[in-house]
C-alpha cells in the first residue's frame, strides 16, 4: 500500500524559512511526477511546485525565486526549501506522487495528509 508521509510544518515568523519533505513507500516500481500543493482557508487547492522525474520543475508565480523543489529519486522523496515566507503562504501543504505500482502498467496519483505552514509574527 503505498503511502506518502510529509513533514516539516510549523510555525514560522515572516522571512523565515522552512523545508518539507515528504517520502513515498510501499509497493513503489517508479515514480513520475513529483509535486506540492496548498489549501488555505475558503481558498481552492493550488499547485505551488512540481518536478518530473528527470528533474526539470515548474512554480507557481507568487514563489517563483523563493521556493525551490527537488528530489531524490533514490529515497522516493520530494523536498520543498521555502525561503522569505509571507503570510499569504499559510496553507496547509500537501504532496503529490505520480506512482507506478505494477512493471507493466501507468501511474496513479497518490496524496500526503497535509502539513500545516503558518507564517506570522
Known sequence: ???????????VQPGGSLRLSCAASGGIFGINAMAWYRQAPGKTREL??????GGSTNYLDSVKGRFTISRD?????VYLQMNSLRPEDTAV???YAEIRTHPFYGTDPYWGQGTQVTVSS
Open 48 to 53: 505551488v511546485a512540481i518536478i518530473s522525474s
Open 1 to 11: 500500500q503505498v503511502q506518502l508521509v510529509e513533514s516539516g510544518g510549523g510555525l
Open 93 to 95: 501543504y500537501y504532496c
Open 73 to 77: 529519486n533514490a529515497k522516493n522523496t
